[in-house]
DNA sequence: TTATAATATAAGTAAATGTTTATATAATAA
DNA sequence: TTATTATATAAACATTTACTTATATTATAA
């Protein structure tokens, strides 16, 4: 049996996922390491929503980055979870 | 390369299962069908707002019912998949 | 038939999430 | 230093989702 807490961080995992940018990025993301600005022209998406969706998506566990001089390269902590519940999805 | 459709199915996917109470629900059902009073009873949820989950889950894709007299129980349309999810979550 | 039990639906309201616009910060380049 | 580039944060507003309350539907039991 699931405990409460452990219970909310699923929810909240599946919600940092549950919206197309996000989920967007973060498949972007398996190919490697990106920056914000990277990312940023991916998409039709201004630049303040993209840094509230990695906002998102950092504080969900999914991705961390490393600041690079004025760059931040967003990458995904765990690749190997995240392929196998894109995969489980499917 | 996932196709758009595909990541709008996941993507609903994802907010169904991003509810605690859903994934109670949905949990629950993993040890076999349940009608609508019996998984009310599990929680402290009033009947139109287990319906209304039961609903979401229903439309995507996730339960189906039967019909039995007067009562509908429900059932994952899928186990296995769920049971990776979950597991792939973890 | 009428009543009851099980469930769904609809309408209204509340709460959460998403997006835009404007502004701030921090690192580098000039 | 000052300007510029990359990115974040905050506030306002819009949209979506959730929940409550009231009512409808459907099947069975009396």
Redesign the interface.
Known sequence: M?SKT???K??????A????TR??IV?KLLEGEKCVNDIRDLFDVSQPNISQHLNILKFSGIVDFLQEGNLRCYFLKNPE?IK???????
């Open positions: 699931t452990d219970r909310k699923a929810v909240q995992l599946f919600k996922l549950s919206h197309s989920l967007l498949q979870r196998k519940i894109i995969q489980a999805i499917k």
